[in-house]
């Protein structure tokens, strides 16, 4: 008898300087326990790697643009993970979450192409918030990100491990 694991993971990879992504993070993770047949698991960018892509099944990659690119610890996390999982986790569904102060749209495209060399499968476009920050002490202080954005990234969250566990993705 072949042997189907009945739990699949959704890996959730995050950095978060003043608390925006983490919260957008959190509550996708909410949204992806609504399915009580996947296992969540979130991980700061720092401490995941190879390891964490290999035993999960999906990702949502989820950190803020930094000077028009995504933040340093998430590249730092892909350039570390990029070749020893090539060609390992290819079809594999993902999703993209960025907290950003009025733009986002270079940080998610940066992950959208290392997702497309991993041959990735995205799931929906990449969910962009932005705080509106502005000034250096706008920007330095912590962020609280709104009910109906948390919401829509806990949709997400939500589609993301209804489609895992459902063999969709
Ligand atoms: C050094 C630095 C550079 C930033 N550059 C950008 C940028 O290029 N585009 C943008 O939209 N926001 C930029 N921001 C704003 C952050 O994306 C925003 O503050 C976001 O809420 C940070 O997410 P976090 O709360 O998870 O740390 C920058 C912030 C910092 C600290």
């Given at each position: 008898m072949p042997y189907f694991p009945l739990v699949k993971s959704l890996l959730i990879v995050y950095h978060s300087r003043t608390g925006g992504t983490l919260q957008m993070a959190r509550a996708a993770a909410t949204g992806a326990r609504r399915e009580s047949a996947i296992r969540v698991r979130m991980e700061t960018a720092a401490a995941a790697g190879p390891r964490e892509l290999l035993e999960c099944d999906g990702y949502l990659f989820a950190c803020p643009e930094n000077l028009a690119a995504m933040s340093g610890v998430m590249k730092d996390f892909f350039d570390r993970s990029y070749y020893p999982v090539l060609d390992r986790i290819q079809g594999r569904a993902y999703a993209t979450l960025i907290c950003a102060g009025s733009d986002g749209t270079n940080a998610a495209r940066q992950i959208e192409r290392i997702a497309t060399g991993w041959r990735l499968r995205d799931i929906a476009p990449p969910l962009i918030v932005c705080?509106?920050?502005?000034?250096p002490e706008e920007i330095l202080r912590p962020k609280q990100i709104g009910q109906e954005d948390l919401g829509r990234c806990e949709e997400l969250g939500a589609t993301l491990a209804a489609g895992l566990a459902l063999g969709i993705f």
């Amino acid at each position: 008898m072949p042997y189907f694991p009945l739990v699949k993971s959704l890996l959730i990879v995050y950095h978060s300087r003043t608390g925006g992504t983490l919260q957008m993070a959190r509550a996708a993770a909410t949204g992806a326990r609504r399915e009580s047949a996947i296992r969540v698991r979130m991980e700061t960018a720092a401490a995941a790697g190879p390891r964490e892509l290999l035993e999960c099944d999906g990702y949502l990659f989820a950190c803020p643009e930094n000077l028009a690119a995504m933040s340093g610890v998430m590249k730092d996390f892909f350039d570390r993970s990029y070749y020893p999982v090539l060609d390992r986790i290819q079809g594999r569904a993902y999703a993209t979450l960025i907290c950003a102060g009025s733009d986002g749209t270079n940080a998610a495209r940066q992950i959208e192409r290392i997702a497309t060399g991993w041959r990735l499968r995205d799931i929906a476009p990449p969910l962009i918030v932005c705080t509106h920050a502005q000034s250096p002490e706008e920007i330095l202080r912590p962020k609280q990100i709104g009910q109906e954005d948390l919401g829509r990234c806990e949709e997400l969250g939500a589609t993301l491990a209804a489609g895992l566990a459902l063999g969709i993705f």
